[in-house]
């Protein structure tokens, strides 16, 4: 356990706390090393070698092989400069080598990324969750994450609920999963695949979930979020994931792919993203959605805007406008949008507060409470809701107008599965809780920004 749990800090220490300041990691401290261009370039390979920890953990020696190669292949332009003439090459040099990495190999790392999120023989997550013994913190460090105090302190929580509550917080994640096929006349029966994401700590929710998902005939498929340049979106976490070790950092690279990306790079991605889905349309259309198990009480964040930090111009923001559009059009053509819905609960992780456990049992007790009872006043809230434009919550005590949070406009509102989403860290779900958090303030959360399938963008 303290060897896991050394590992664990070692891997993600270049990048926590002060460390990070002088890591090249860091664009800041790269740029001031070795200049603007090739600071940059250089740090993006940093970053992309840094997105190797999964692989070792999930053992795929092909992805390693891979980055190595990339790694070799910046080394050796280097070491076959003359000392006299040009000592470095050309930061263009470097850039051609990064673009072609992404490119050539957009039909392995971004094709295997398609194919996990509808394939359930992709079952590494599934298999520590059914397998491992969830009674010891050992199993949280064999996912590759990195893990702190929230992820330990869930597990250590949920180990001392009573089995009854554990199974109610399943059975209300997957029942309002069910629920909402029949709420929109759409047919469960026909789909064979439910995209489960959550943040780690939750596994013996998650194990029960997915034995209630089975009863439904519904395999799960678990993915990781995406750490590679070529997979990731922005720095929005999709999928299952760990601590962020650094949000500066994820922040710091989330638009790296300005560095090399081009018309052509993006037509690449998505031709593969069409090949992947036409050759497993079957599997595809088996899709249920997602079930999404949120967090809430992290720490607030706010991003520092660095001038070393890549960034889209005017010509990329358009072409990532069209990569978001036609990615779209692509996945609702083999997992059509008229016949998925999607589940989302939340909880508060132990950052919240001394009163975390307090927090979360109620938290527990209103996703909990006996939805067609509630039906009435939960329906009466929405249509207020929905004839509003903004909604100011008064909080109690020393800063009674701590929360504050804006209504999306009637023109943004969701259509369908009765979710609306409300700015600044505030949102409600299908047919159960609303929460709300004073960390995002009058901002836009990450989660409003996203605009993927199954989780309804704004």
């Not at 990339?70 to 990064?98: A, D, H, R, W």
């Not at 209630?212 to 678990?222: A, D, E, H, Y």
């Not at 710091?252 to 593969?272: G, I, N, P, S, T």
Request: charged share 30%.
């Amino acid at each position: 356990m303290k060897k896991k749990r050394s590992l664990n800090r070692i891997l993600y220490s270049d990048i926590i706390g002060e460390k990070y300041q002088t890591s090249y990691a860091n664009q800041d401290y790269a740029c001031e090393k070795l200049g603007q261009e090739m600071g940059q370039l250089l740090s993006l390979l940093y970053t992309e070698i840094r997105a190797g920890i999964p692989y070792v953990f999930e053992q795929r020696k092909d992805y390693l092989t891979i980055l190595y190669e990339l790694f070799l292949e910046v080394y050796t332009c280097f070491e076959g400069m003359s000392e006299e003439e040009n000592p470095v090459p050309k930061p263009e040099q470097i850039k051609e080598i990064l673009y072609w990495y992404a490119s050539d190999y957009c039909d392995v790392f971004y094709a295997d990324r398609i194919l996990e999120q509808m394939d359930p023989s992709a079952d590494f997550a599934v298999q520590i969750i059914e397998k491992a013994d969830l009674d010891e913190d050992d199993y949280l460090y064999e996912f590759g994450e990195y893990i702190s105090k929230n992820e330990l302190g869930t597990a250590h929580h949920l180990r001392n609920l009573p089995q009854e509550t554990l199974q109610k917080m399943a059975d209300v994640y997957t029942e309002g999963y069910r629920v909402g096929f029949i709420n929109t006349g759409k047919d469960l029966s026909k789909k064979s695949i439910v995209n489960i994401r959550y943040s780690l700590g939750f596994e013996k929710v998650i194990r029960l979930a997915i034995e209630n998902f089975r009863k439904m005939g519904l395999k799960p498929v678990i993915y990781r979020a995406a750490s590679s340049v070529i997979t990731k979106r922005e720095h929005h976490k999709i999928g299952y994931y760990g601590a962020i070790a650094n949000q500066q950092y994820e922040y710091d690279h989330r638009q790296d792919q300005a560095l090399f990306m081009d018309k052509r790079y993006v037509e690449r991605k998505l031709e593969v993203m069409k090949t992947v889905f036409e050759q497993n349309k079957e599997m595809a259309a088996g899709v249920a959605g997602p079930a999404v198990m949120e967090i809430f009480g992290e720490t607030p964040f706010s991003p520092e805007a660095k001038e070393t930090a890549p960034s889209y111009d005017e010509a990329q923001r358009e072409l990532d406008l069209l990569f978001s559009s036609r990615s779209g059009q692509i996945t609702n053509e083999y997992i059509k949008g008229e016949e998925r819905s999607f589940t989302i609960v939340a909880y508060p992780v132990p950052e919240i507060g001394a009163d975390y456990a307090k927090i979360f049992d109620e938290v527990i007790k209103i996703n909990t409470l006996d939805a067609k009872l509630y039906e009435k006043v939960q329906q009466t809230m929405i249509d207020a809701l929905d004839q509003g434009t903004c909604v100011h919550v008064r909080g109690k005590g020393e800063k009674p107008d701590r929360y504050y949070s804006t209504v999306i406009s009637s023109e943004r509102r969701t259509e369908g599965d009765n979710l609306r989403k409300l700015c600044g860290r505030c949102e409600y779900s299908c047919r159960r809780s609303i929460y709300i958090t004073g960390s995002g303030r009058n901002e836009w959360h990450t989660s409003c920004k996203q605009g993927i399938s199954g989780r309804t963008s704004v």
